[in-house]
T-cell receptor
Framework: DGGITQSPKYLFRKEGQNVTLSCEQNLNHDAMYWYRQDPGQGLRLIYYSQIVNDFQKGDIAEGYSVSREKKESFPLTVTSAQKNPTAFYLCASDRGPGTDTQYFGPGTRLTVL | DQQVKQNSPSLSVQEGRISILNCDYT??????FLWYKKYPAEGPTFLISISSIKDKNEDGRFTVFLNKSAKHLSLHIVPSQPGDSAVYFCAASVLGNTPLVFGKGTRLSVIA
């Protein structure tokens, strides 16, 4: 079964702690993306990567970091510098920016207490 | 500055009737448009797309219309079913160039 997996589904952390969200895809897609969804805000792009070992900031990259050491994996770290980290985080992938349909994972709900 | 706008946060439609969801964009370079459907606590799923060389694309109950001169697209769902109740996102990009830009979504409620 081809697809995108995100784990865990729900994540709780104390304020001030860094936390890493996992995203794995077996679609052989070159590009991967991280979005954040807040109520009434739609999907906002945090970071994206078009190729291994390269990534670009999206619209709201402050307080986040990413790595792309493998084509299949694009983990997102929410750092203590992110002022409002509680949100629903979505990972997506496609063959490249603007090439065709983008596919999404099931999401991770992060709650910072 | 929002490049993709969905001005109606919510829409209620009776089962069996037509649902029309609207989307406006400001960037005239956009040439590829998509609609996604999203249930709570799940990732969005792709519904239908259209490139700027067309003005209409159909897939079953779903039809997307594109009016390039007005920078407007719409999604028609006929007939609407209770399972269509979800948030619908419009997205746009410049093919081969930019990541998708999403609107804020419209919550559709189909009432039985």
């Amino acid at each position: 079964d081809g697809g995108i997996t995100q784990s865990p589904k729900y994540l709780f952390r104390k304020e001030g702690q860094n936390v890493t969200l996992s995203c794995e895809q077996n679609l052989n897609h070159d590009a991967m993306y991280w979005y954040r969804q807040d109520p009434g805000q739609g999907l906002r792009l945090i970071y994206y990567s078009q190729i291994v070992n390269d990534f670009q900031k999206g619209d709201i990259a402050e307080g986040y970091s990413v790595s792309r050491e493998k084509k299949e994996s694009f983990p997102l770290t929410v750092t203590s510098a992110q002022k409002n980290p509680t949100a629903f985080y979505l990972c997506a992938s496609d063959r490249g920016p603007g090439t065709d349909t983008q596919y999404f994972g099931p999401g991770t709900r992060l709650t910072v207490l | 500055d929002q490049q993709v706008k969905q001005n109606s946060p919510s829409l209620s439609v009776q089962e069996g009737r037509i649902s029309i969801l609207n989307c406006d964009y400001t960037n005239s370079m956009f040439d590829y448009f998509l609609w996604y459907k999203k249930y709570p606590a799940e990732g969005p799923t792709f519904l239908i797309s259209i490139s700027s060389i067309k003005d209409k694309n159909e897939d079953g109950r779903f039809t997307v219309f594109l009016n390039k001169s007005a920078k407007h697209l719409s999604l028609h769902i006929v007939p609407s079913q209770p399972g269509d109740s979800a948030v619908y996102f419009c997205a746009a990009s410049v093919l081969g160039n930019t990541p998708l830009v999403f609107g804020k979504g419209t919550r559709l409620s189909v009432i039985a």
